[in-house]
C-alpha cells in the first residue's frame, strides 16, 4: 500500500481554507497511487488557535467529515484527518479516518493531554482501535501519545503494521521527530508515520520534520522545514521480518522484574 503523509502548512487561517488546501492537492497525491492520506494533528480546525478549539468543534459526524467523506470518494483515497471534537459537554482532540467509500473507519482520542493550553480545552480518551487497509492493520497514536513507550508497544501487542502519528510537534523539540519517535518504529518492528505541520501558527513555531519510519530502524521518507507531501510504499514482508530478526514482542515476555 502506497502512504502519503502531508506536511500542511500551519497558518491555513480557518476550517473552510484547511479543507480547500487538501482538496488542491489531493488530485496529486491520488495521481502518485496513494491509498491514504495522513494529516497533522487537529488540522481540520487548526492547533493553536485558543478559544477557537472550542468554537470550531463539531461532532463526529458534522460538517468536516462530510467534506471529507466526498473528497475521499472523489478521489478514492482514505483520508487521516484530525478534528477537535465535540461530545456532549466534553471537547477532544481526536483523529478520524474516512474511507475511499465515505465510511469512518477508525475513530481515535488523544489518551494523553500535554502541560499546557491543551489541558484547558481537551478531555483525556481511553483506549485504542485498529482498522485494515490494503492488508495492514493501523493504529493511531496522536502526538504525545507516542512519545510513551508503552503505548505504542500496546498497539504493536495488538498486531498493528502501521502506527500513525499526527502530531503538532514545535520547533523546540527535534529530538522528539528525529530520535525519539523514530526509535518506537524500531524496537516494535513496525512502520509509523508522523504528520506535522509546517511554518507558523499565530506565533506558534512548527518543527515540521514528518517522516515515514520503515519496520527496521531506516527511514523511507522525511520532511525538511516547508510543505510538502511525502510518499513510501508499506509492505507487510517487512514487519514480519524486522519482529522475526528482534523479538521483542515476544520476549518482553520472558523478561521478570
Request: one cysteine or more; proline letters at 5%; a negative charge.
Amino acid at each position: 500500500m502506497r502512504l502519503a503523509v502531508a506536511q500542511a502548512p500551519a497558518n491555513l487561517p480557518d476550517p473552510q481554507a484547511r479543507l480547500d488546501w487538501l482538496r488542491a492537492e489531493l488530485p496529486d497525491i491520488a495521481a502518485q497511487g496513494a491509498k491514504l492520506v495522513l494529516l497533522p494533528e487537529l488540522f481540520a480546525c487548526g492547533y493553536n488557535i485558543g478559544a477557537d478549539l472550542a468554537s470550531r468543534a463539531e461532532a463526529l459526524d458534522g460538517p468536516t467529515f462530510d467534506a471529507m467523506a466526498k473528497m475521499a470518494q472523489e478521489f478514492n483515497i482514505a483520508i487521516h484527518y484530525g478534528f477537535s471534537e465535540r461530545s456532549g459537554d466534553d471537547l477532544f482532540n481526536s483523529a478520524l479516518c474516512v474511507s475511499a467509500n465515505g465510511q469512518c473507519l477508525v475513530h481515535q482520542r488523544k489518551l494523553a493531554i500535554p502541560p499546557g493550553f491543551e489541558r484547558d480545552y481537551f478531555s483525556p480518551g481511553a483506549g485504542c482501535e485498529l482498522f485494515e487497509l490494503g492488508g495492514l492493520k493501523i493504529a493511531t497514536l496522536i502526538c504525545y501519545d507516542a512519545e510513551f513507550g508503552e503505548t505504542v508497544r500496546h498497539v504493536a501487542g495488538m498486531g498493528a503494521h502501521l502506527v500513525l502519528v499526527p502530531t503538532a510537534l514545535g520547533a523546540n523539540w527535534s529530538w522528539v521527530a528525529k530520535t525519539m519517535i523514530p526509535t518506537r518504529a524500531y524496537e516494535n518492528g513496525v512502520y509509523l508515520a508522523y504528520a506535522n505541520s509546517a511554518g507558523t501558527e499565530n506565533g506558534m513555531d512548527f518543527l515540521g520534520a514528518s517522516f515515514i519510519a520503515a519496520p527496521n530502524g531506516t527511514e523511507d521518507a522525511r520532511a525538511g522545514s516547508a510543505t510538502e507531501v511525502l510518499y513510501a510504499d508499506l509492505d507487510i514482508a517487512r514487519v514480519k521480518a524486522a519482529q522475526d530478526r528482534l523479538p521483542y514482542l515476544n520476549d518482553r515476555k520472558l523478561i521478570v522484574l
